[in-house]
């Protein structure tokens, strides 16, 4: 049987997703870096520009379990987790196990659960593992969450503490197509001739992780990406900067780029194409400067035109 290359692996998985989310190339190619370098998403938008669709579609592009859930105030981290009850027959605790047991996890609207919920999956996504009743049972090697969050309805929501922003490898949004892009949406739909095959097996994505590891990236832009992440640190208005883990999350993120361009080692192009997303949800902005209109993403942009770029 003929083995694909990582970059056709990646390419088969671009064009299935292109196929049902249309004009969003971007942010598929952000999604597909997340998970070829170990990462958790988070999809900031607001309603119906396809963050559930991404999440789904990715899901059936792959020999993988998906499972969804969807969280709401009343949601408990048993509902999450799993549950031990009692046998009765064997006289011993079975776990009843919950959704987290899965392979890509779609955490819709996270934000709407407490913080006691929110703090259940905080664990399964940094240690690919559960605890419960005292026990802990691993998550499988490819675990990946992909999580949204509605930016502009705050009533009824639980903002996501830093601990818990600092978990996701990116926060990124869709935004809206083009009207041409919007007028191939409504036609596809009317159509329905949109089908999906499965397009990568597990071990295909086992050797797109083990390939984005082998990308080169030199000294000089280490240094790059440290010098990025430690400017948070230093920037009037933010509060709390990014730690060690945004630099590393950073430089991993990179050499996913650099292999879907078929390129062998990282470029600076590739840290500054990917550093918004990995950087600017991990920022604390103090509150005056927040009111004043700073935010991580302006942070972020004036860091890369501030910082020198290795050449």
Known sequence: ???????????????????????QASAIRKLLAA???GGHVLLEDLPGTGKTTLAKTLAHSLEMEFQRIQFTPDLLPSDILGVSVFDPRHQNFRLHK???????????????????????????????????????????????????????????TYPLPEAQMDRFAMRFSLGYVSAEEEVAILTAQQQQTTTL???????????????????????????YIVDLVSATRKTKGVQMGASPRASLTLMKAAQALALFDGIEFVTPEHIQEIAVPVIAHRLKINSQAHFSGLSGEKVVTEILRQVEVPI
């Open 197 to 223: 095959t499965t397009c990568a097996s597990q071990d295909d994505i086992h050797k797109l992780r083990q390939a984005t590891q082998a990308v080169r990236i030199s000294e000089e832009l280490k240094r």
């Open 1 to 23: 049987m003929h083995t694909l290359s990582p970059l056709a692996i990646y390419q088969n998985l671009a064009a299935n997703l292109e196929k049902v989310i249309t004009g």
């Open 35 to 37: 998970f070829a370098s």
């Open 98 to 156: 919950g959704a987290v047991f899965t392979e890509i996890l779609l955490a819709d609207e996270i934000n709407r659960a407490s913080p006691r919920t929110q703090s259940a999956l905080l664990e399964a996504m940094g240690e690919k593992q559960v605890s419960i009743d005292g026990k802990r049972y691993p998550l499988g090697e490819l675990f990946f969450v992909i999580a949204t969050q509605n930016p502009i309805e705050y009533h009824g």
